[in-house]
């Protein structure tokens, strides 16, 4: 199976823009997740969506938002981008059942000038 | 916020040496995994410990689970130069949602050929 796809993998934009961020999930998976990693925060939870709903959504603020298709490939976008929006994106998904290990994608590394 | 804490935050040490990372984490947990990250690439699940079970093992891999302490080891065995990455424990809490990880800020092993 192929695995986790991210696209672009790296994006450059300017303050004030916005960015799409694409996501393919593992065949058969239904569950897509989406993590900010920088040096001084960590890795932190975005939202999960399962099912073209959303599930849960960690503590960001609205300009960060998602969405998930009926074929599962899921988006998030993020509006009038900021300095401290610089980061690397992951998306992760999970089996339908069984462990919740999460796979990860190569991720999207976003610069915002 | 982060729910894991990794000790230590570096840690170098020579080909065919055991290396020991430490995770400490604040709230009850469903499962507790352990990741790999090569240098600002994607994640990799290496092993996933139910709050019920005390120890896993996964080829070169020993994790131990400590409840009463909220505390997790892992533990790799005959390290090899390829071992060299960030190591992240996560873990997932009851009634959390089981697809939303919280991490901590990992440990940087560096083996040293």
């Known amino acids: 199976k192929a695995g986790v796809t991210q696209t672009p993998r790296y994006l450059i934009k300017t303050r004030g823009q916005q960015v799409t961020l694409s996501c393919s999930p593992i065949s058969g998976h239904r569950s897509v997740s989406w993590y900010q990693q920088t040096p001084g925060q960590g890795l932190q939870f975005l939202f999960e969506?399962?099912?073209?709903?959303?599930?849960n959504k960690g503590n960001f603020p609205g300009r960060f938002s998602g969405r998930q298709f009926s074929n599962s490939r899921s988006e998030m976008n993020v509006s009038t981008l900021e300095l401290g929006d610089s980061a690397l994106y992951l998306c992760?998904?999970?089996?339908?059942?069984?462990?919740?290990?999460?796979?990860f994608g190569p991720g999207t590394r976003l610069t915002v000038l | 916020s982060q729910q894991g804490e990794e000790d230590p935050q570096a840690l170098s040490i020579q080909e065919g040496e055991n290396a020991t990372m430490n995770c400490s984490y604040k709230?009850?947990?469903?499962?507790l995994q352990w990741y790999r990250q090569n240098s600002g690439r994607g994640l990799v699940h290496l092993i996933l410990?139910?709050?019920?079970?005390r120890e896993k093992h996964s080829g070169r891999l020993r994790v131990t689970l400590d409840t009463s302490k909220k505390s997790s080891s892992l533990l790799i065995t005959a390290s090899r130069a390829a071992d060299t990455a960030s190591y992240f424990c996560?873990?997932?809490?009851?009634?959390?949602?089981?697809?939303?990880?919280?991490f901590g800020k990992g440990t940087k092993l560096s083996v040293i050929p």
């Open positions: 969506y399962f099912s073209e709903t959303q599930r």
């Open positions: 996560a873990t997932d809490a009851p009634g959390a949602g089981s697809y939303q990880l919280t």
């Open positions: 410990i139910r709050s019920n079970e």
């Open positions: 709230t009850s947990i469903n499962n």
């Open positions: 992760a998904s999970s089996p339908p059942q069984g462990a919740n290990e999460q796979f």
